[in-house]
Structures are given as C-alpha cells and as structure tokens.
C-alpha cells in the first residue's frame, strides 16, 4: 500500500448551525439545550476529513484513533460555529491536527485529533471478522 504524503499546514474548514439534534439534551450527554461536546467532537473529526479528502487515493482511508477536547463555551441553538484543522504532524502513517471551533471571535473548542492512513478494504474486512 503506497500512501500519500502529507506535509503539516494542510487547513481544512467545516461549519455547522446548531439545531436542537446538535443539543447535549437530544444526545443525552448533559440536560442542557446548547451544542454537545461528542457534537463538537464530531464536527473536528469532520474538519479532519475534509483536510485530507482530496489528496487520498482510491482504496486509502483515515480512521480516528485518539482525540483530545476542550470545550470551553456553551453555543446556543440557531448560531454557526466554523471549526478549522490544521495538519501539525505528518509521521509515517499517523496524522496529527489541531481544530480550533469558534462562533464568531468566541473560541468554542479546541480539539486535538489523531488519525492513521489504512487500507480501507482491509479495515473492514477485519472490522467484519472476515
């Protein structure tokens, strides 16, 4: 398997307006009706993704091995945070990013997220006990 190289500095963004499905009360990770962290989790390892998505080739995908969050402010239902990745370290197939989340100039979250470059047929197949 010949994996891409990637080279730290690679920045992707992804954006979300927080509805009530995005709320700690519908993902039952808390009572209160503002943005979940396994939400904001979601959103960084999305950002992730994104970052890499197009230098992927076919048959190569990353899977999410370790993830570090610091949700910092509570954001309401019906405002738009932007969480940005950036590529930090690139070492062998393990990939590092660092996600800032932010609504508006409020930084919402901080993320810390590993993924690792794998044969993604061979990922599942393993996944399935084939």
Request: charged residues 25%; negative net charge.
């Amino acid at each position: 398997m010949e994996l891409p190289e990637f080279a730290p500095g690679l920045i992707a963004r992804v954006e979300l307006t927080v509805t009530d499905a995005d709320t700690a009360q519908s993902i039952g990770s808390g009572d209160v009706p503002v943005l979940a962290t396994p939400r904001v989790l979601a959103l960084a390892e999305a950002a992730t993704v994104a970052a890499t998505a197009r230098q992927i080739p076919g048959g190569i995908t990353t899977v999410g091995t370790r993830a570090e969050v610091v949700h910092r402010a509570p954001t309401p239902i019906g405002r738009t945070v932007i969480a940005v990745a950036t590529l930090t370290k690139a070492e062998g197939r393990t990939l590092v990013f660092d996600v800032e989340v932010r609504d508006g100039e409020a930084v919402v979250a901080e993320v810390q997220v590993e993924r690792v470059l794998l044969d993604r047929q061979r990922f599942i197949a393993r996944a399935l006990g084939d």
